[in-house]
């Protein structure tokens, strides 16, 4: 499997393991679930917008589901053993669960009210009622979705503006995008030298105190559209020639050719493009041109407050 199922399918294979009574370390019993559902390393590799290990916490919410539903208990801290409830549940769906409505609905019913093990095969869907919708994504991958959302529309006017503005504002936004992202160090040795005379370069970044370790950046405030070619990147490396540097960065606010991609990748001297899309992500990562406007604190329990 190349893609990492929803959290309900990982319960199935979480009981089975924990159906030889032993306790699990949490670590080996997500190893086992991983292998039991037969993820692949694409699929093991797959992270969330923060980071986070997308099986990781997907593998998470299953358990946290159906602990507060008592079918397994929390030993010591990290290790888990299966309840007589959570063998009654291995044993009623044996088919294990393939949307979160079903097993929203049966998990509903044991944090409510938790019932004796004999009780479990009468939660099943009724065909004549009408449950609470079930959230189609985790709730943590439901706030990074919102915010990938939010974010990739602040992108999209952080590039009308920029497309918009005076292109010495433009090569000035770019040097504090590589400030910001900590070249030039703490003393934030970067400027623009862009104008009449510059040498075919628009800003340069020293990496140390002397200046001897210099990078050079060349900025092309272009529309939609009007990608920079192959010919322009040729012009840049011969500027970076004429100074005796190795390495550049190119931004523009649209994009690349295809061409002027291989000729960059093909060359010797290192040439980092950095098109429209990849700019106004960066600014929203380093905080260039954006600011906090909201902030949401994610919660969970202290597990050395009760140790």
């Known amino acids: 499997m190349n893609t990492v199922p929803i959290w309900p399918e990982f319960i199935l294979p979480v009981l089975t393991c924990l159906s030889d009574g032993e306790t699990w370390p949490v670590r080996e019993l997500r ?50 053993r299966i309840t007589d409830d959570g ?3 291995l044993q009623t769906y044996a088919g294990g669960f393939h949307d979160y409505q079903l097993a929203s609905q049966v998990l509903d019913h044991f944090w409510d009210k938790p019932k004796p093990a004999a009780e479990l095969g009468s939660v099943t869907l009724s065909s004549t009622s009408e449950p609470t919708p079930a959230p ?5 991958e439901l706030i990074e979705d919102s ?8 992108a999209i006017e952080l590039l009308d503006r ?9 090569e000035e936004a770019v040097v504090k995008v590589l400030l910001g992202m900590g070249y030039g160090g703490a003393e934030q040795r970067g400027r623009r030298i862009g104008g009449t005379g510059d040498g075919g370069v628009d800003g340069v970044i020293d990496q140390d105190a002397l200046g001897l370790d210099q990078i050079y950046i060349q900025a092309k405030r272009y529309a939609e559209g ?26 523009t606010s649209s994009d690349f050719t295809l061409g002027a991609t291989s000729y960059a990748n093909a060359i010797p001297t290192r040439i980092i493009l950095i098109n429209g899309a990849r700019l106004a992500s960066l600014m929203i990562q380093y905080r260039v041109g954006v600011q906090t406007k909201q902030v949401y604190e994610v919660v969970e329990l202290d597990e050395d407050f009760f140790e």
Not at 136 to 140: C, K, L, S
Not at 147 to 154: F, I, K, Q
Not at 230 to 241: N, Y
Request: glycine share 6%; aromatic share 8%; charged share 20%.
């Open 31 to 80: 190893a086992a679930s991983y292998d039991a559902l037969a993820l692949d390393e694409t699929a093991r590799a797959e992270v969330l917008p923060s980071g986070e290990s997308r099986a990781h916490n997907r593998f998470g919410w299953a358990i946290s589901h159906i602990h507060k539903a008592r079918w397994i208990e929390r030993v010591v801290r990290g290790q888990y």
């Open 147 to 154: 915010v990938a959302t939010l974010n990739n529309s602040v």
């Open 226 to 251: 009007n990608n920079v070619s192959r010919e322009t990147i040729q012009a840049f490396v011969g500027a970076l020639a004429g100074k005796g540097a190795s390495r550049g960065v190119f931004i």
């Open 87 to 89: 063998r009654a549940a």
């Open 136 to 140: 189609e994504v985790d709730p943590v």
């Open 162 to 170: 920029l497309r918009t503005a005076d292109p010495t504002f433009f």
